[in-house]
């Protein structure tokens, strides 16, 4: 059976729909690649891909895309509310079917490489591809954001690159590659414009400040909206369930008379995931998958 892996490449774009379609385009122009799903959003200048593919072809549409990104996107000229060091901010690929972790580490360390060699790009290796314990962790490796790293990758010998020069490159900045489990990216936002708020929740929340295991979260401002947001990524769902963060957010901003307008998935998400919070919220008894139409039909 054939292999897939995922890739969900996080681009430093959100305003220019022409930018985003090029870059699409080079994905598309792939044999056995299928761009399953593309998001993007205006406040924090971000667009986020779904690609599927045999490690092959993904290798070629991802580097593609990293290029046209580089071409399109100046850092210099870059505003938005998300962390980010680069045009192409962040490369994580994803076991799906008749792969490993492992093979997605090679294919990261691979993909990181041509980008340093090929388009003079520095590249750190972060999850399970990271080569330092230090760099396991997304945040970590995009301390300072961008302007930050700027000085920083030329000063700081804790932040050389895994892969390229070792300074940022002029217009898309640095880029981080890695290999991880699927999680989901997920937001809630609140009907207020009280960024403390926002930030008090997600540190309360979050896995490194005591909170819920395998969840990562930071408090946002989404200005043209005039609200603020609790931003999400659950790593492992199945410990640390969609259901279970939502309702401690509720409770939280219910406590300080702020309501939660809506929430959002960014992305896709597991089957299994939305299944278990249909099974919370309705109190479903004795509900089995197997009373699930879809799976059974492609069974």
Known sequence: ??????CVPNFSEGRRP????????????????R???HTHDFDHNRAVFTLVGAPEPMKKAVFSAVAKAAELIDMEKHSGEHPRIGATDVVPFIPIKNTSIDECITLAREVGKEIGDKLGIPVYLYEYAATREDRRN???VRNGQYEGLKVAIQTDPNRKPDFGPEKLHPSAGATVVGARMPLI???VNLDTDDIELAKYIAKTIREKDGGFKNVKALGLEIKERGIVQVSMNLTNYQVTPIYKVYDRISEMAKAANVKVLESEVIGLL???SMVECAKYYLKAVDFKDEQLLEPRIWE
């Open 1 to 6: 059976m054939d292999k897939i892996i995922e």
């Open 18 to 33: 022409e930018v985003l379609e090029a870059i699409m385009n080079e994905i598309k122009a792939v044999e056995g690649v």
């Open 35 to 37: 761009l399953l799903d």
């Open 138 to 140: 997304l945040a970590k």
């Open 185 to 187: 990216a997920y937001n």
């Open 270 to 272: 597991p089957l299994s």
